[in-house]
């Protein structure tokens, strides 16, 4: 039978702490880029990619049913720790579950 140890526990928090920076990173990033494009000339929604992600899904695709976003970030928090989520993902409505959209500023077409 294991023991868990004290350093196995601070571990875990360690692990749990890089976890909550790395799914707030990308929120970092997307808000200092968005000065970034503006100022480089590029669309400021998509960075040129012609193509935004979906706020809803977050460029997944899909959501899981049940609870607000709170709610989905623990899901993947206790997923991604070994749990078994009890939300199941759903397809996500808003996007056709592709997960983005063509980018409203790129995808107009000139018509000249
Ligand atoms: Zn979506
Ligand atoms: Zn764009």
Do not use: W
């Amino acid at each position: 039978m294991e023991q868990i140890t004290a350093s196995e526990i601070a571990g875990f928090g360690v692990g749990t702490l890089l976890l909550c920076a790395t799914l707030a990173a990308p929120r970092i990033d997307a808000f200092i880029s968005a000065s970034q494009r503006s100022s480089l000339g590029m669309c400021k929604r998509c960075g040129d990619l012609r193509m935004i992600a979906c706020s809803r899904c977050k460029g997944l695709g899909s959501v899981k049913s049940g609870g607000p976003e709170s709610f989905n970030l623990i899901g993947d928090l206790y997923e991604s720790l070994g749990g078994e989520s009890k939300m199941k993902p759903i397809a996500c409505t808003k996007c056709q579950a592709r997960g983005h959209f063509s980018c409203p500023d790129c995808s107009q077409i000139p018509s000249v």
